[in-house]
């Protein structure tokens, strides 16, 4: 039975996984199936593969295609894969989602172009041949830190009237007032645009309209992401303030040189997928010790959470 398309970004927590290395530094292709099948298994509404958590800007173009190939591949159906296509050259990036679809990735997602400064016709000629390049949906990634300026909300309301494959942005920019004005104007235009907030953070993701959160915990605490999720779809903001506060703390504690906080923290939790590529650095062994006494006052190790593969 062939795939429904995508019409919406799914909602809920959207998991990422990195890419494993062997000592040598070349991909760890056995490993990334277990962590893929893993993954899956926490039960997350999507995985978007091969984003810039995964070291994507460190990989050769073949090294990529063949991660959404394997991702695809394990998943087998059982959650919707959206393939990062994001590249600083256009036609590198229109050569990743022809690929992401003849390999049967459920959707892309694509950043702005990195490194040039160019003008938002530029930015607009870009994104328009990407997602014209496949028949799959297609979501932007809106984040200012990489490209230097914020996507606004009239752009993507000129890309939803040309594009009517365009169906949600995870918005990065942690700009609330962004955030509002993304959702109010695009639903106006396409009422199913989704708009998921990027990294932890759920109550204020749900409650200004987005449909969840890319977690980057989501490979450490999956079930405290999934708990936290199902309050803020319950409308128990309340309830679910601690968590969000846990959320937050492990945000804090991964996002200084990730994803290397993240590869150690999933060998603490017995999940080893090997170091980091140049030019990102492993942690120390006492940055280590410091990281491993965080994770025991947000309760990794009590059991709440999955240990192993």
């Known amino acids: ?30 490993t990334f199936e277990k962590l893929v099948d893993w993954h899956v298994r926490q039960k997350p509404s999507s995985l978007c593969v091969i984003l810039h958590i995964a070291e994507s800007v460190s990989l050769t173009i073949e090294e990529h295609k063949k991660l959404i190939e394997i991702s695809v591949k394990v998943t087998n159906g059982r959650v919707p894969v959206i393939a990062n296509v994001s590249s600083a050259g256009t036609d590198i990036a229109v050569d990743l989602a022809r690929h992401s679809e003849k390999v049967g990735a459920d959707a892309t997602i694509c950043l702005a172009p990195y490194y040039w400064p160019v003008p938002e016709e530029a930015l607009h000629d870009h994104f328009y041949r990407v997602a014209k390049a496949s028949s799959l949906p297609f979501m932007i990634y809106n984040s200012p830190i990489f490209h230097g300026t914020s996507l606004t909300p009239q752009f993507l309301v000129r890309l939803i009237e ?46 200004m309209g987005g449909v969840g959160s890319m977690s980057i915990a989501g490979s450490v605490a999956p079930n405290m992401m999934q708990k936290l999720y199902d309050l803020c779809a319950a409308g128990k903001y309340g309830d679910a303030s601690p968590l969000q506060d846990k959320a937050s703390h492990y945000w804090q504690i991964f996002k200084p040189e990730y994803p290397s906080p993240i590869k150690a923290a ?33 309760g990794a190790f009590d059991g709440s959470e999955p240990m192993g593969w």
């Open 266 to 298: 999933m060998e603490m939790m017995g999940r080893p997928v090997g170091t980091v590529r140049g030019p990102m650095r492993p942690l120390t062994d006492a940055q280590k010790v410091t990281l491993r006494k965080e994770l025991e006052i947000l």
């Open 162 to 207: 040309e594009l009517p494959n365009f169906i949600g942005e995870k918005e990065a920019s942690h700009n609330f007032e962004y955030f509002i004005e993304a959702r109010r104007l695009t639903q106006k235009a396409r009422p199913e645009f989704g708009l998921i907030l990027g990294v932890e953070y759920i109550i204020p993701s749900m409650s």
């Open 1 to 30: 039975m062939s795939k429904q398309p995508l019409r919406t970004v799914p909602h809920g927590v959207m998991h990422v996984p990195v890419t494993p290395f062997k000592a040598d530094n070349s991909v760890d292709y056995a």
